[in-house]
């Protein structure tokens, strides 16, 4: 199965920076990679498809990039709000894994 | 408004059997393929199950496999999933989850039902 692993796990910022997420397949898997938002007691939110497709009704702010094995997730200015766990999520031969997850917090 | 309701959730010993079920509406949910996503308490995400919009394409997690059956009803407009010989490990919240297309992208979330398999 492939596997998937996402740096860092948890990172503080201030608002208004830029912050990046990196999440790396174990063999090539396109660009079928997703990101997804999680706040605290809610389900996720998917905002970024195929890589690197803002999902419609997210914030510019949020941007994604990469294929075959290597991507990244970008928050162009950090804002209050984006406190949230960020998880990728793949699919290859018939499995869908997700990433362990990037907590955000504000420093 | 698009939605997913799940319901069917609870406490149970382990070895035990649960029937999920998610309710779809405000979409054409026989166009969809479908997803089971679980959490389990303070851990990340784990995908379940998944079937395509007819049923006719259906995958396994493998720590499920054999135990879980996913199904569905396009004139219910439900989901289901079927979960026998539940273990302590299989104690979560389940989502159901709409994909996006055919890239397995999951636009549509529900709030989620809590699985406790506990004695």
């Known amino acids: 199965d492939i596997q998937m692993t996402q740096s860092p796990s948890s990172l503080s910022a201030s608002v208004g920076d830029r912050v990046t997420i990196t999440c790396q397949a174990s063999?090539?898997?396109?660009?079928?990679l997703n990101w997804y938002q999680q706040k605290p007691g809610k389900a996720p939110k998917l905002l970024i498809y195929?890589?690197?497709n803002l999902e419609t009704g997210v914030p510019s702010r949020f941007s994604g990039s990469g294929s075959g094995t290597d991507f990244s997730f970008t928050i162009s200015s950090l804002q209050p709000e984006d406190v949230a766990t960020y998880f990728c999520?793949?699919?290859?031969?018939?499995?869908?894994?997700f990433g362990p997850g990037t907590k955000v917090d504000i420093k | 408004e698009v939605q997913l309701v799940e319901s069917g959730g609870g406490l149970l010993q382990p070895g035990g059997s649960l029937r999920l079920s998610c309710a779809a509406s405000?979409?054409?949910?026989?166009?969809?393929?479908m997803d089971w996503v679980r959490q389990a308490p303070g851990k990340g995400l784990e995908w379940v199950a998944y079937?395509?919009?007819?049923?006719?394409?259906?995958y396994y997690a493998d720590s499920v496999k054999g135990r879980f059956t996913i199904s569905r009803n396009d004139v219910k407009r439900s989901l289901y999933l079927q979960m026998n010989s539940l273990r302590a490990e299989d104690t979560a919240v389940y989502y159901c989850?709409?994909?996006?297309?055919?890239?397995?992208?999951?636009?549509?979330w529900g709030q989620g039902t809590t699985v406790t398999v506990s004695s």
């Open positions: 079937t395509n919009n007819d049923g006719s394409a259906i």
């Open positions: 405000g979409f054409t949910f026989s166009g969809f393929g």
């Open positions: 999520q793949q699919y290859s031969n018939l499995i869908i894994t």
């Open positions: 063999q090539d898997i396109s660009n079928y």
């Open positions: 989850v709409r994909d996006k297309g055919v890239t397995y992208a999951m636009d549509v």
């Open positions: 195929d890589a690197s």
